[in-house]
């Protein structure tokens, strides 16, 4: 009994010394309070939502929100703000992010858990961003970098757009007003976050070294060509071995064994369309697309529509295209593309855009440059979002603009009216080697009207860019 009794209190004894050996993180001055960060965070949080795509999509809502509770719960007793109200949304982007705004908001891109090999992984992000808010980085950094009092940051915040222009996003390059107030953090600052996290990812039953991990394939598929987290979350060097060895240092409390529901969300996501990027999402806010749809456009398409009208009108697209439809066409806007179509003809099916006749012109970034392969890719994906779709034909070539590019007639059943839709696809490549598409579709029993119409709407683009 006596050596039992030894070994328990020796054992003991260690497990408590590796606990202490974690290290202790102190929060930075800050000239603001804890109620200022909530009400900072709160007006930039709903610029974010009024320019970003927040998904409604309840599966991926409902596993952001888990993920969040349970670091939320066990935040240590020192680092807690009444005050603070933790909000967790998905953005639907593709590009592999997360922030998180003064007083508890926090924005997971989409990309983000479609990057993960874990959830694992993806906690360990929103533990690190998480820790930016318990440590008040946000507010700590204004102290800093500015002499302006909470007001004039709040007037900032409002006058602020997520989009400043493409490819300079501020939910990615995230500044908020005042350039690096709010999110573009220091090395220091961003030690302290991995190391909190690390902490907080422990007592939440993560495992800290998967962090380190998502860290490793953030740097691998942040490619070049838009803006990425690690620009705002500088590596204070040696971030991997740092992490791992606060990792080796901590003990996890009830490990999360559960995959199942990373599976899940991961097979939902992958049903959904691709998500566009966020420069793509962006632009659209910024030229004041995707506005609210009018209540007529919440019924599915009748299919019946008057013919394309003899005039035409000229739109322009950004920076990116120019283009001529029939003058008696709507434009509306998407978050990443653009449809023409007549009245009657667009609508909503099963929470779905849908539409019957018309065009569809859109942008995906094409990081192989190969005009192919990137069709390849945008059939794929049209196949997964429309199951009846087929491929009636091989691809030819045709020009757009002057540029190359591939042309492939495809046939399907509308899920919105059941009749069968004939459907011409032309892409190109733009001059900065992005894909521009333009799909356009017609009744099967229509198409032979629409041919020539058709055939002069593509004519017409001309690439900007």
Not at 220 to 228: D, F, I, L
Not at 300 to 308: A, K, L, N, Q, Y
Not at 426 to 455: H, K, M
Request: without cysteine; proline residues 5%; aromatic residues 8%.
């Amino acid at each position: 009994m006596k050596s039992r009794f030894w070994a328990t209190t020796i054992s003991l004894a260690l497990a408590s010394s590796l606990v202490s050996a974690q290290t202790r993180i102190t929060a930075p001055p800050n000239k603001y309070s804890p109620t200022q960060d909530v009400e900072l965070g709160r007006k930039a949080a709903d610029e974010a939502r009024n320019q970003l795509p927040i998904m409604r999509d309840d599966a991926v809502t409902s596993y952001v929100e888990n993920i969040g509770r349970r670091l939320v719960d066990v935040i240590p007793a020192e680092l807690q703000h009444p005050e603070f109200r933790y909000t967790f949304e998905a953005v639907n982007v593709r590009e592999i992010n997360a922030f998180a705004l003064p007083g508890g908001p926090m924005f997971v891109n989409r990309g983000m858990i479609e990057a993960a090999n874990t959830e694992g992984e993806v906690a360990g992000v929103m533990a690190h961003e998480l820790s930016h808010v318990l440590l008040r980085h946000g507010t700590a950094q204004a102290s800093k970098a500015t002499k302006y009092e909470v007001g004039q940051l709040l007037g900032a915040i409002g006058g602020a757009i997520i989009g400043g222009g493409l490819g300079t996003v501020v939910a990615q390059g995230t500044q908020f007003g005042l350039g690096a107030a709010f999110l573009r953090f220091g090395r220091d600052f961003e030690r302290q976050a991995d190391l909190e996290g690390a902490q907080i990812m422990a007592l939440a039953g993560y495992d800290p070294h998967e962090m380190a991990n998502m860290f490793k394939t953030i740097e691998k598929q942040s490619g070049s060509g838009g803006p990425e987290w690690l620009s705002d979350h500088p590596n204070p060097g040696n971030r991997y071995d740092y992490i791992n060895k606060e990792a080796a240092s901590l003990r996890i409390v009830n490990p999360n064994r559960d995959s199942e529901a990373f599976n899940r969300v991961r097979a939902h996501l992958r049903s959904l369309p691709r998500a566009p990027t966020t420069e793509e999402a962006t632009r659209n806010s910024k030229r004041g697309g995707a506005s609210p749809r009018r209540t007529s456009d919440r019924r599915p398409p009748s299919g019946r529509v008057d013919p394309p009208s003899s005039r035409y009108q000229s739109y322009n697209e950004g920076d990116i295209f120019q283009i001529s439809v029939p003058s008696n066409w709507r434009e509306l806007p998407d978050s990443n593309s653009v449809t023409f179509a007549p009245e009657g003809a667009y609508g909503d099916y099963n929470g779905s855009s849908v539409f019957t006749h018309g065009i569809q012109v859109g942008l995906e970034r094409n990081e192989s440059h190969d005009l192919r392969r990137a069709t390849d890719e945008l059939v794929d994906s049209l196949a997964r979002g429309n199951p009846r779709l087929r491929q009636d034909s091989g691809y030819f070539t045709t020009t757009v603009d002057g540029q190359r590019g591939i042309h492939t007639t495809l046939s399907n059943v509308s899920d919105a009216t059941g009749r069968d839709e004939v459907i011409q696809l032309i892409t190109t490549q733009t001059r900065d080697g992005n894909l521009l598409y333009a799909v356009a579709v017609a009744p099967r029993d229509e198409a032979g009207q629409y041919d020539s119409t058709f055939q002069r709407v593509m004519n017409s683009i001309r690439l900007r860019r």
